[in-house]
């Protein structure tokens, strides 16, 4: 029997000999694999990437799904082409504004690859070719750059030709309709002076007349001459200007120039149908700034509002249009109460110093600056904020550690039965990631707005409320089966709900005496059940919301449980499209990555030094790992910061250690009054922790622990 017994384990040590050189021969291989893949990325190119962002899902293709027009009666087609135009071109704002975004992304990480923005010494030859060739580089992604903000110009002017033009369509085109274009267009506004902003302080801006210089001088080199041809250098050098647009931060005043042009066709008629609609929208921005007046902080915190005010009034001065002196004097305040805005975690934007630049006539006398000494009280007043988000923070994962467990008890019962339960539960965890960000972003913004440094406290929350996004992340991951599975039932019962609601609201409309409006009612609503048929996407619903809200005024005709059902198939058809969103598509990466490149090895090192629960150092350790590898599609390697996996690796080994020899002494301590002096943190639990993967490498607590 023993030599039964030796035989089997003498078996089993050469199975497990055999093992443990295939894994390091598969671990070297890999590794020689790496070393190649980083070895051919030392010539580093500035592209557009498709970003990751750390919580993803995707609910599967078909987002860009064309809204097809065939078996349209022509009655239907001419009653709503006005509508389908505004449609169709607020479509395309929105994805200008999202290739925007993307393209700020990237000219902001590459800038911060140029260094502090100091040129390097005449005699550093090395550090000046670097800087020129990192510049170089860059070319392409700047011509990219120029045409998009073309293509932005180009679809200002079209908005603009559209507004003038909904003055003499034989149809209405109702005020609603041209707010949801304002909206379009001043969301492309706002990006143009981010862009403005960007590139104006940006380090590249600093030394673009020196690679001017080093361009000229390479032309005119024989060595050059001989391996690129005049043609391909002049092309060059004439590009050059152009994209000196983009680099000097002149964007926004070319906009207006190229304005000037479309001034001169708008007629007399044109400008008053402006002049109404451009009044009213002001006054609507204004109420909405106005609503946060209590909280004192949230333009700072988002002040997307402010800035596209203060660009739409810029805009229309340079029209001519005219606006209401008790406007402008309500937007003058407004911009002088906000007097440094953070645009995002790196780049600031004054309201006045951009109306003097580019509406100078609209300021007739520069504002004076009131001299106050109120430091005390805005000091208390931050310090009762950072209370206040603390509070918001444990209560948000409060929320969010509910919602994990319903969500769970709800996929073990079974949603067949449920699915209005299923529904609430995907959009409330939806909605719970979109309130993590925002928190997040008004967390940093408004320190950097008012110039004033983060506290441990404020950091700590920032890595706190990533965590909650891990959460959010791993529990979609965790049943993306089942939500894949169940998605597609939960679109068709919503899509017959719309529908039911549609047919009983003809139904109705049948019986009222609107004989001038009901042809309009009944092809608008039947052009919207078309829409539905079809994939849910937002660019589909887009059009039945342009439809749908004109019957929501309040002078219309119809009555009030008419207005309610509309508001009913709404609120149903908008949850539709978010069924379908990409998550990753909720979550500002910018934001994301910005507030992680600004954490400290220090700070990182302590929070996670506080994470004794094996659950919450999963967490931050995979979501700064997700960090860490989109931080490397910009050439950002993170050499200079450590990533969380080693610091807890680091910090189990000396505490554990640690922990286990005071307590094989605590018998010692039983005779003092009082035993327990030093709070001892015990980290055993830490220990069980999953394997957690970085880089490629799959790290295990235990392995790093064996000595205990």
Not at 219 to 241: A, F, H, P, R, V
Request: aromatic share 8%; charged share 20%; proline share 2%.
């Amino acid at each position: 029997m023993k030599n039964e017994q030796s035989t089997i384990s003498l078996f089993a040590e050469d199975i497990l000999r055999d093992y443990g050189s295939f894994m390091e021969e598969h671990d070297s291989a890999m590794k020689s694999l790496k070393n190649e893949m980083l070895s051919l990325n030392t010539v580093e190119s500035v592209t557009l990437v498709a970003m990751t962002s750390p919580i993803e899902l995707n609910y599967g293709s078909g987002a860009n799904a064309r809204f097809c027009d065939t078996s349209v009666e022509e009655s239907e087609l001419v009653a709503n082409k006005p509508l389908k135009t505004l449609a169709n071109l607020c479509n395309q704002c929105r994805d200008l504004s999202l290739t925007a975004k993307q393209y700020q992304l990237a000219f902001l990480f590459n800038d911060s690859q140029l260094g502090d923005g100091r040129l390097p010494a005449v005699s550093d030859t090395a550090g000046l070719e670097r800087c020129l060739h990192r510049m170089s580089s860059a070319i392409d992604f700047f011509c990219q750059v120029y045409f998009l903000l073309k293509r932005i110009i180009v679809m200002v002017q079209t908005l603009w030709k559209q507004i003038s033009a909904s003055g003499s369509m034989p149809l209405e085109i109702s005020e609603v309709h041209l707010f949801t274009v304002f909206d379009a267009m001043t969301e492309l506004l706002e990006d143009v002076v981010v862009f403005n902003e960007i590139s104006d302080q940006s380090k590249i801006a600093a030394k673009w007349t020196l690679y001017k210089k080093w361009l000229a001088a390479l032309s005119n080199s024989k060595q050059t001459s001989d391996q690129c041809s005049s043609m391909e250098l002049n092309g060059l050098l004439t590009s050059l200007d152009d994209i000196e647009t983009v680099i000097t931060g002149n964007l926004f005043g070319i906009l207006l120039n190229s304005l000037l042009e479309l001034k001169k066709q708008f007629t007399l008629k044109d400008i008053n149908h402006i002049n109404q609609h451009s009044n009213a929208y002001i006054r609507k921005i204004m109420l909405e700034i106005e609503a946060n007046h209590g909280n004192d902080y949230k333009n700072y915190e988002d002040p997307k509002n402010v800035i596209r005010l203060t660009a739409l009034v810029a805009v229309l001065h340079e029209l001519g249009i005219q606006m209401e002196g008790k406007l402008i004097k309500s937007v003058l305040d407004v911009a002088s109460r906000h007097k440094r805005l953070a645009l995002n975690q790196s780049v600031c934007w004054s309201p006045s110093a951009f109306l003097a630049r580019h509406a100078k006539t609209l300021i007739k006398t520069p504002p004076q600056a009131k001299p106050q000494d109120n430091h005390k009280s805005h000091h208390a007043l931050m310090e009762k904020t950072k209370l206040s988000d603390q509070k918001k923070c444990r209560h948000l994962g409060t929320q969010i550690c509910l919602w994990t467990i319903h969500v769970q008890r709800v996929f073990a019962a079974g949603v067949f039965g449920k699915l209005q339960t299923f529904s609430q539960l995907i959009l409330r965890g939806q909605s719970y990631a979109d309130q993590v960000n925002l928190m997040m972003d008004s967390l940093i913004n408004r320190h950097v707005a008012l110039t004033t440094p983060l506290s441990k406290s404020e950091w700590f929350t920032v890595c706190r409320l990533l965590q909650y996004l891990r959460v959010l992340q791993k529990t979609f991951e965790s049943n993306e089966i089942n939500v894949m599975r169940l998605i597609n039932s939960l679109v068709q019962w919503q899509k017959q709900k719309v529908f039911h609601l549609l047919l009983s609201t003809k139904r109705k409309i049948v019986d009222l005496k609107l004989l001038q409006r009901k042809m309009n009612i009944f092809s608008t609503i039947k052009l919207a059940e078309r829409s539905i048929l079809g994939f849910p996407s937002k660019k589909r619903l887009t059009f039945v919301n342009l439809a749908l809200s004109e019957f929501l005024e309040k002078d219309r005709l119809l009555p009030v449980d008419m207005q309610r059902q509309f508001q009913s198939i709404l609120l149903r058809i908008n949850n539709l499209s978010d069924f379908q969103r990409n998550i990753k598509g909720q979550f500002d990466s910018t934001s994301l990555m910005y507030n992680y490149c600004f954490i400290s090895t220090s700070l990182l090192k302590e929070y996670t030094e506080q994470q004794r629960n094996p659950y919450s150092l999963q967490n931050i350790i995979a979501v700064t790992n997700q960090l860490d590898k989109t931080l490397g599609i910009f050439g950002r390697d993170g050499s200079s910061k450590q990533s969380a996996c080693d610091l807890a690796n680091e910090f189990l080994k000396t505490h554990l250690e640690f922990f286990l020899r005071v307590e094989a002494l605590s018998h010692l301590f039983l005779n003092q009054d009082q035993p327990f002096q030093t709070n001892l943190l015990d980290y055993r639990s830490c220990v069980n922790v999953e394997a957690m993967e970085f880089q490629g490498d799959y790290s295990v607590m235990r392995d790093f622990c064996w000595l205990f």
